[in-house]
């Protein structure tokens, strides 16, 4: 499974419209509207690199409201669980 996170720019009164017709995409598992200097993340859960480039350049590209996009590729994902179990390394008294 890829993970990608899209960030895009809306043309000015279109980032709910454009949120909601993202949302219906496939392979477009959640869309967040943000401050700064982008509108809207997609993200992005797809099963190959192939499909990240169709979702990306051909559904998303062609979508009316789109003025850039920004894709970030992850690599590997850290939860909270994950980062806890690595502070407590060492820190556990030894078992029996």
């Known amino acids: 499974m890829i993970t990608a996170f899209v960030l895009i720019q809306a043309a000015r009164g279109q980032v709910s419209a454009l949120a909601q017709t993202l949302a219906e995409l496939p392979g477009v598992a959640e869309v967040y509207s943000v401050s700064g200097q982008h509108d809207l993340v997609a993200i992005a859960r797809v099963a190959s690199?192939?499909?990240?480039?169709?979702?990306?350049?051909?559904?998303?590209?062609?979508?009316?409201?789109?003025?850039?996009?920004?894709?970030?590729l992850a690599f590997r994902a850290y939860s909270r669980h994950d980062l806890e179990s690595l502070f407590e390394v060492g820190l556990r008294a030894p078992g029996p």
């Open 49 to 72: 690199a192939d499909d990240l480039s169709v979702l990306v350049t051909d559904r998303l590209a062609g979508l009316p409201g789109i003025v850039s996009t920004q894709t970030l």
